[in-house]
């Protein structure tokens, strides 16, 4: 595996698979560039990753907001002369039965999950072209291949990520890497957005097994870690349980 230092940024990362994968990144020996709504657990992170010899910036980002991501990246280059890699992670879990009819809650999801996704692509991709290299790491979701009742809609934005991501590949320059993550049950804060109660009830059973955030963020360090003939393009990280 590459020691070299690399920019990293990551989206959502006050909590979660962000959260763990800013501190394995920057553990390991990379700048990461964090960003997500909630600057104060932002800068607790922060604060985390200089006590154990990282170093970082923060930058409080809405995904949603096209300007903002595009500032997010720019910034950091502007800053550091370049950017390696961007995990586009930033997502919400709001499931619900089709027939709850909770519409802005699917609007969130595609908001959040996809065209989210689309802005760190297209706040990205100038800098990798310009400087001949980079890295995308989609972090989509076991939801990606199978879809489960209440999950129709967030099944369907994972999905979209899968597919944006592998069209991504095929049209990109192969100096340029992409990689689709899609993790299984993780210990994280996405249920809690569920307001249906028969959608939190199943989640309480579906959730029953599974693995720390920091699974995810090792799988991440490992595509991110090799050398730039390998392309490591998907992975799927969950419970050994899981079925």
Known sequence: MTTTEKIVLITGASSGIGQATALRLAGDGN????????TDRLDDLATRIKEAGGTVDVRRL??????????????????????????????????????????????????????????????????????GGGHFVTVASIGAHEVVPTGAVYCATK??????????????DPSIRVTTVSPGVVESELADTITEAGAQEAM???????????AIA?????????PPEVD????????????
């Open 31 to 38: 700048h990461v560039v964090i960003g997500a709504r909630r």
């Open 62 to 131: 809405d995904v949603t907001d096209r300007e903002d991501v595009a500032a997010f990246a720019d910034t950091a280059a502007e800053r550091h002369g370049r950017i390696d890699v961007i995990v586009n992670n930033a997502g919400v879990m709001p499931l619900s039965r089709l027939d709850s009819l909770l519409v802005e809650e699917w609007d969130r999801m595609i908001d959040v999950n996809v065209r989210g996704l689309l802005h760190g692509i297209a706040a990205a991709l100038p800098h990798f072209q310009r400087q």
């Open 159 to 172: 999905y979209a990520a899968w597919a944006i991501t592998e069209g991504l590949r095929l049209e990109l």
């Open 204 to 214: 309480r059973t579906y959730r029953a097994d599974s693995i720390p955030p920091s």
């Open 218 to 226: 090792d799988a991440i360090a490992y595509a991110v870690g090799q």
């Open 232 to 243: 490591v393009n998907e992975l799927i990280i969950r419970p050994a349980r899981q079925r």
